[in-house]
C-alpha cells in the first residue's frame, strides 16, 4: 500500500518500508532483467516518490516531466549536497573535479547550456541529418542481404551496434583510414563513463563496483579525448563538409565554440548518439518480433514506420532513468525534496502510466497519442534525438520488407550487466526466400 502523507513531507524511504523492493533496486539486478515493467508499476502505484540510497526516486509520468521541464533541476552534480560535502572533506580526486570542469553541454545549466547548445545547433542541423538518409538505408539493407543468404543475423553485433558507429563517424567526419580503429573500441556502457558526473550519479546503483568504474571511466574518456583533439587539430588545417568544421566554424552572438568546449561535444555527440541508437534499434527489433502482427502491419504499411518508432520509444525506452539536482527545496507528487538532492526520473515507467496512456502495456504501433518521454523533454531534450529516429525507421522497414519469416533464437535474450538496460545479443534465424519460379 502506498504510505499516506501530508504536504510537502520528505519521500518516504524504501529501505525502511520494503527492505528486499530496495535491494533489488539498488543492487543492479534492474538493469539486466529481462522485464522490469510489472517491478516500475508496483513502484509507480505504491512508491511514486522514494527516498532510495540518499536519492529522490519519481516514477509516474507527471511527476518525471514536471521534473524534465524545471528550471530549477540541475544537470550539473556539482550542484548537489554529496559532492559538496565530499569535496569539503577532500574525499574527491583533482583528476575528476578536472573531469566534472570539462563536460558537455549535457551536464551545464543556463546560461552556459543555452549559449553551447545554440552554437551546437548551427553544426547538428536536420539537414546534415537527412543527408544521411541514403548512407543508412545502403548499410541496413547490405547487412540484411549478407544476413539473409547465411539465414540467420546476429543483430547487436551486425546492425544494431556498427549501424550507429558508421553513422556517427560519417556525421562528424571521422577519416575512413580511422574507422577501424574507432569501431575497435569494446563496447562497455560508453553512457556511463564518458563523462565522470554521469558515472558518479549512475554509480549510486551499483556502490561496490564504483572503483573499477571510475578507472574505466577515466581511461575512455582520455581517449575519446585524446583522439577528437587530434581530429579537431586535422580539421582546422583541413576544413570538410563535416560536424567538427561546422563546428569550428560556428558563430552566434559574437561568440564561437572553445575547441575544449567541441571536444566535450563530439564526446557526447559520439557516445549518446551511439549507446541511444544501440538500444532504440535493439528494443524495437525485438518488440516488432514478439508481435507479429504489428510486424506484419508495418510491412504492409511502411508509412507507419514514424508511428512504430514513437511507440518503441514509449514501450521500452533507451535509457531507462536520467538524473537531476535540485537548485532549490522543491514539492513534487505531494513530496517536498530539498535543495542538493539528486532526483532520478524513471523515464521507463513514466511512459507506461496509465494515468497518460491508455492500455500502456500494449505494444501497438498504430497508437496516435503517444507524448512519450524517451528523448527527454524541456531544454535538455535530445539533441540527437531525429538522427536516432531516421536510423530506426530505415532499419525497421528495410527488416520487415526483406526478413522472411525471421524467428527469435532466443526469448528473452540476454541483457548486458550494466546500469542501462541494454541487449548483449539478439539472434535470429531468417528463412530464405522463395526461388522465382
Request: hydrophobic share 40%.
Amino acid at each position: 500500500m502506498m504510505p499516506t502523507f501530508t504536504t510537502a513531507q520528505a519521500p518516504p524511504a524504501l529501505a525502511d518500508i520494503d527492505p528486499e523492493l530496495h535491494h533489488v533496486l539498488t543492487g543492479g539486478e534492474i538493469a539486466s532483467t529481462a522485464d522490469p515493467y510489472p517491478l516500475y508499476r508496483t513502484l509507480r502505484r505504491d512508491y511514486p516518490v522514494a527516498d532510495i540510497s540518499g536519492a529522490v526516486w519519481v516514477f509516474r509520468y507527471d511527476d518525471v516531466a514536471t521534473v524534465l521541464h524545471n528550471p530549477q533541476m540541475s544537470t550539473d552534480d556539482r550542484n548537489s549536497a554529496a559532492h559538496q560535502a565530499q569535496q569539503a572533506q577532500g574525499a574527491l580526486s583533482a583528476p575528476y573535479l578536472a573531469q566534472l570542469d570539462d563536460q558537455s553541454f549535457l551536464h551545464r545549466d543556463p546560461p552556459e547550456h543555452t549559449r553551447l547548445r545554440k552554437l551546437v545547433a548551427k553544426g547538428f542541423t536536420p539537414r546534415r541529418v537527412d543527408a544521411l538518409r541514403g548512407f543508412i538505408q545502403h548499410f541496413v539493407t547490405d547487412v540484411l542481404d549478407e544476413a539473409t543468404r547465411r539465414g540467420r543475423l546476429d543483430f547487436v553485433d551486425e546492425l544494431a551496434y556498427p549501424l550507429p558507429i558508421a553513422v556517427i563517424c560519417e556525421l562528424i567526419g571521422i577519416p575512413e583510414t580511422d574507422r577501424a580503429f574507432v569501431a575497435s573500441w569494446p563496447r562497455t556502457q560508453l553512457c556511463c563513463s564518458f563523462e565522470s558526473g554521469s558515472l558518479k550519479a549512475a554509480a549510486e546503483l551499483d556502490q561496490a563496483g564504483e572503483g573499477a568504474r571510475q578507472v574505466e571511466a577515466d581511461r575512455i574518456q582520455q581517449q575519446l579525448r585524446d583522439y577528437f583533439a587530434w581530429l579537431i587539430d586535422h580539421r582546422r588545417e583541413n576544413p570538410g563538409n563535416d560536424l567538427v568544421s561546422a563546428l569550428l566554424a560556428a558563430e552566434a552572438d559574437g561568440g564561437q565554440l572553445s575547441i575544449e568546449e567541441i571536444n566535450a561535444t563530439l564526446r557526447l555527440l559520439f557516445v549518446a548518439g551511439y549507446e541511444n541508437a544501440v538500444n532504440l534499434l535493439g528494443h524495437g527489433t525485438l518488440a516488432l518480433l514478439r508481435h507479429p502482427d504489428q510486424w506484419a502491419a508495418l510491412r504492409e504499411n511502411p508509412a507507419l514506420a514514424a508511428s512504430a518508432v514513437d511507440e518503441v520509444l514509449r514501450y521500452d525506452a533507451p535509457f531507462q532513468f536520467t538524473r537531476r539536482v535540485a537548485l532549490a527545496d522543491l514539492d513534487l507528487g505531494g513530496y517536498r525534496i530539498g535543495r542538493g538532492q539528486h532526483v532520478l526520473v524513471w523515464i521507463a515507467a513514466a511512459n507506461r502510466d496509465p494515468a497518460r496512456f491508455a492500455d500502456p502495456d500494449t505494444f501497438d504501433i498504430h497508437r496516435s497519442d503517444n507524448r512519450n518521454l524517451a528523448f527527454g523533454s524541456g531544454m535538455h531534450a535530445c539533441l540527437g534525438g531525429p538522427l536516432a529516429r531516421m536510423q530506426a525507421e530505415i532499419t525497421f522497414v528495410v527488416l520487415t520488407q526483406r526478413l522472411d519469416n525471421p524467428r527469435l533464437d532466443a526469448d528473452p535474450p540476454r541483457y548486458r550487466p550494466d546500469v542501462f538496460r541494454s541487449l548483449e545479443a539478439l539472434p535470429i534465424s531468417i528463412s530464405h526466400p522463395p526461388a522465382a519460379a
